[in-house]
């Protein structure tokens, strides 16, 4: 039985006609009048819906981002899902999803992280790593930054240590058929595959958004370098040696340290970057920036590189003053072993100065002790550290 809406049809107001006329049987201009009259309704609710929503928007935290945030704590907020997504070895592993949800929870307020990558060979007992993490807790307002801290780890071992073991926030950088596990002597083929996959991986970190820091772990952060980064560029880097003006080209480059924002030109940079390896085989990312520094491209691309002084961003190339420095970079140095024997001297002259009067720090603050075993002798004389082996079974059963 036809209900009464399907008998009259569609009911118009007054200034349309009036009386249970169908819409079909109405004259041309009496259907323009309804036609006009239904739009001028929609385009009024949809300005009323836009004006909430803009409205909501300026809030705290508008609806898009509560909905964005319950989708995540339905599923990837859950440490066991969490787990499950990050797992490499779990059949529910998404290498994409894992990335935005450890990018999510180690960013600052600004979506700024700081990143550090990690292998097998760095995490066995008396290691760089933990003398990286210390170097954050004995540090000058550094300790708190650990929290968006994210370790982009290359194997598994060094994955499930960094979950299981120190509890930090861990990415697994999975590259297929080749063995990051082990330590890769400079400018050997598989050191220049992990500074390349290190170089793309961070190019995708600039298109999810998010800004970094990276920092190679062989960094020690004394002090917290916020303050000391350039405000009116997005891309400034660390270097070997400093010549006193940071938009000087003939500054010399060192890819350990550097701190991006994610805008157009730094992503375009990162692509023009990466693929200039095949320009330039057989060498290393920052040499190839070395390369292209002066490179018309960059300024089609509209970025300028800034060099970040050493005074603040220092290394054993070119050591400054203890009462100024922000981190202290074992650079100029080859083997891990001659690399944790200098960097444990660094930390006890860190720990000796925080130990002086103030007026002693200011006044007369003492110097660096370092470098020792680093230095240019190291290089082409230093061997894989001894106690490889052994660590790792240690490490093994412990895991």
């Known amino acids: 039985?036809?209900?009464?809406?399907?008998?009259?049809?569609?009911?118009?107001?007054?200034?349309?006609?009036?009386g249970d006329y169908n819409y079909h049987h109405l004259n041309p201009n009496q259907r323009h009048l309804f036609f006009n009259h239904h739009l001028l309704k929609v385009v009024v609710m949809c300005a009323m819906v836009t004006l909430t929503s803009f409205m909501l928007y300026q809030a705290s935290e508008s609806p898009f981002q509560i909905l964005r945030r319950s989708i995540y704590s339905s599923f990837s907020f859950s440490s066991h899902a969490f787990h499950s997504v990050c797992n490499s070895s779990s059949r529910n592993y998404n290498e994409e999803l894992c990335l935005i949800r450890v990018l999510e929870k180690?960013?600052?307020?600004?979506?700024?992280?700081?990143i550090t990558a990690l292998n097998e060979a760095w995490i066995e007992p008396d290691s760089i790593f933990d003398l990286f993490l210390e170097s954050f807790r004995i540090g000058n307002q550094t300790n708190f930054l650990i929290k968006h801290l994210l370790v982009v780890t290359l194997d598994q071992k060094a994955f499930r240590h960094c979950q299981v073991v120190l509890n930090l926030n861990c990415y697994f950088l999975k590259t297929e058929g080749v063995n990051?596990?082990?330590?890769?002597?400079?400018?050997?083929?598989?050191?220049?595959?992990?500074?390349?996959?290190?170089?793309?991986?961070?190019?995708?970190?600039?298109?999810l958004g998010y800004n970094f820091v990276f920092t190679d772990a062989d960094i020690m952060w004394f002090r917290n370098p916020f303050p000391h980064f350039?405000?009116?560029?997005?891309?400034?880097?660390?270097?070997?040696?400093?010549?006193?003006n940071p938009i000087d080209l003939d500054n010399s480059p060192n890819g350990g340290f550097n701190y991006v924002k994610s805008t157009n030109q730094t992503i375009a940079f990162y692509k023009f970057w990466y693929e200039s390896r095949e320009l330039y085989p057989g060498?290393?990312?920052?040499d190839v920036l070395n390369m292209i520094k002066h490179s018309p491209v960059i300024k089609e691309i509209g970025l300028e590189i800034k060099f970040l002084d050493t005074a603040?961003?220092?290394?054993?190339?070119?050591?400054?003053?203890?009462?100024s420095v922000c981190t202290m970079h074992a650079n100029c140095?080859?083997?891990?072993?001659?690399?944790?024997?200098?960097?444990?001297?660094?930390?006890?002259?860190?720990?000796?100065?925080l130990s002086l009067p103030e007026d002693v720090r200011k006044n007369r603050p003492p110097s660096w002790s370092v470098p020792q075993s680093c230095g240019p002798a190291s290089f082409g004389q230093h061997k894989p550290r001894k106690k490889n082996v052994d660590a790792r079974k240690i490490l093994g059963n412990s895991l």
């Not at 060498?283 to 920052?286: F, S």
């Not at 603040?312 to 009462?323: A, M, R, S, T, V």
């Not at 024997?341 to 000796?352: E, N, Q, S």
């Open 1 to 18: 039985m036809d209900s009464d809406c399907g008998r009259k049809g569609r009911q118009l107001s007054p200034e349309l006609g009036g």
């Open 106 to 114: 180690s960013a600052m307020a600004d979506k700024t992280v700081i």
């Open 180 to 207: 990051f596990s082990v330590e890769a002597h400079f400018m050997t083929q598989d050191y220049l595959k992990m500074m390349w996959r290190r170089m793309d991986f961070l190019r995708h970190v600039l298109e």
């Open 230 to 244: 350039y405000s009116d560029t997005n891309f400034q880097i660390s270097c070997d040696r400093f010549w006193g």
């Open 283 to 286: 060498i290393h990312d920052q």
């Open 312 to 323: 603040y961003f220092g290394g054993f190339c070119q050591p400054k003053e203890l009462d």
């Open 333 to 353: 140095c080859a083997g891990l072993d001659n690399k944790i024997h200098d960097i444990k001297i660094l930390l006890d002259d860190w720990r000796y100065y």
